[in-house]
């Protein structure tokens, strides 16, 4: 399944929020264009200790193991801080839930899980480019809670 990488006519800040929503749709539908469409190349992405530079690393530590679960992510309490003085830089903040389940069991009755709550701390900025997509440029997620084994997470 492939999902547009851009929207016309998304009002301002629901464009910056876009590229959150791009990221995490990226992972419940394993769909790359759409992972690498939310990130600058350079883009630094913050997890526990782990500091990921640049697309390929985040995509080799985050998304190349996330996105082959069964998985659904939810984003809520969003918020943008979009300065006056800028058109082209924001931050975004919200809270995030995520259920994951190792590879064709989402919908066995027991299956092994791993849920998580988060809060997600984002800049992004406006690409100049011929897309004109937001795009971050720096997260940080915080992983408030957990439920369930981190196995279903590393292949254990």
């Known amino acids: 399944m492939s999902f547009p990488t851009t929207l ?3 009002p ?5 929020v876009d590229a959150v929503y791009r990221f995490v749709l990226s992972f ?18 913050e997890l526990k200790d782990k ?5 390929p690393a985040i995509r080799a530590g985050c998304y ?9 992510h939810f984003v809520t309490n969003v918020r943008v801080n979009l300065p006056d003085s800028s058109e082209t830089k924001a931050s975004v903040t919200a809270s995030a ?5 190792r590879t064709g069991q989402g919908n066995e009755p027991g299956a092994t899980r791993l849920t998580s709550g988060s ?7 406006k690409d100049d480019g011929s897309d004109g997509l937001w795009k971050i440029r720096r997260f940080k997620m915080k992983i408030v809670w ?6 279903v997470l590393t292949g254990e």
């Open 8 to 10: 016309p006519s998304l």
């Open 12 to 16: 301002l800040r629901e464009a910056i």
């Open 51 to 55: 500091v990921m530079n640049g697309i």
């Open 146 to 151: 957990t439920e369930g084994d981190w196995g």
């Open 119 to 125: 809060l997600y701390f984002v800049e992004v900025e």
């Open 97 to 101: 839930l995520a259920q994951h389940y």
């Open 64 to 72: 190349d193991n996330v996105s082959k679960l069964d998985t659904t």
């Open 28 to 45: 419940d539908t394993a769909d790359l264009a759409l992972f690498e469409s939310a990130f600058y190349p350079d883009a630094v992405f």
